[in-house]
């Protein structure tokens, strides 16, 4: 069970890490339009509520190859915001 606690963790911090990026970016821009920074912050919302879902579903038979895949998808959806942010 470490795994999916780490997991959960992980989680946490990856997608936390965005939304304090864009806050900091809010902070150092307050020039500029906080439409596209909320948006983001949404986003990672909705993405943490989602794969928390996913890590905390019992009906999987492979739970290895189901967190693999989570971590996979995390990677990935953290790549794409973290892009978001940097076009701010």
Known sequence: MA??????????????D???EVYIWEENNPEKDRKAGEVIID?????FDTFMARVSDRTVENSSK???????DLEATAKSLAEKVNSL
């Open 43 to 47: 986003e990672a919302i909705t993405s």
């Open 3 to 16: 795994n999916k606690r780490d997991l959960k963790k992980d989680i946490n911090y990856v997608l936390g």
């Open 66 to 72: 189901h967190f693999k895949t989570i971590r996979e």
């Open 18 to 20: 965005i939304i304090e």
